[in-house]
């Protein structure tokens, strides 16, 4: 697999920036992304993973980078960007059921790259079959039938891959405080995001 870190996305002050690592495993497992449009695959690993059911009794999953991590952790990061990957499961799918409908569905994705300076955001969005086995706090997160495809960028980030299918088995633990600080941080970065891009039109 090529490296999607030299391929998928650029900062536009600095060309063919680092993004994501083909071969970067993280602790919480890792995300295959193949590309609809050239069919390249690319490889995303993530350090933490985190999972909660909200008010409304859906499941939150939230996976974070290296440079996310040490955000959480109170320390500052050198890399240029940081990736959040939420995905939102609506119902929980029975344990013997197979997914034999490339259309079947229980999960939205959204994939954030967020830039530092300038402030830009790359957003993928989409939906998922996603299912999940819990072993004590650890839960373990299968994505299948993923597609996502890229938002109109606020400022400063391209994505070359076009529309894409994702899949991958993630580890997640149990922490309704951290998810909830990731998401009203996320939620808040990319509003940020996206009025300094207004401003920046006017």
Not at 36 to 52: E, K, L, N, P, S
Request: hydrophobic content about 40%; proline content about 3%.
């Amino acid at each position: 697999m090529k490296s999607i870190a030299k391929k998928i996305l650029s900062l536009a002050v600095t060309a063919a920036t680092a993004v994501f690592c083909t071969g970067c495993a993280g602790h919480a497992g890792g995300i295959t992304l193949t590309s609809m449009r050239t069919h390249q695959q690319f490889d995303q690993g993530f350090a933490d993973g985190y999972v909660c059911h909200n008010a409304k009794g859906d499941l939150d999953v939230v996976l974070i980078d290296t440079a996310t991590a040490q955000t959480l952790a109170g320390h500052e990061s050198s890399a240029p960007v940081r990736q959040i990957l939420h995905l939102r499961v609506l119902w929980q799918p029975e344990r013997d059921m197979k997914v034999t409908d490339s259309a079947a569905c229980n999960a939205s994705v959204h994939w954030y790259v967020l830039g530092g300076n300038p402030k830009g955001i790359l957003e993928y969005t989409g939906t998922a079959f996603v299912s999940t086995t819990r072993f004590s706090d650890l839960v373990r997160v299968h994505v299948q039938n993923a597609q996502v495809k890229a938002l109109p960028t606020t400022a400063g980030l391209y994505d070359p891959v076009g529309p894409s299918k994702l899949e991958g088995s993630l580890f997640a633990h149990e922490n309704v405080r951290i998810v909830n600080q990731l998401l009203d941080q996320v939620n808040a970065t990319v509003a940020d995001a996206r009025d300094s891009a207004r401003v920046a039109v006017r």
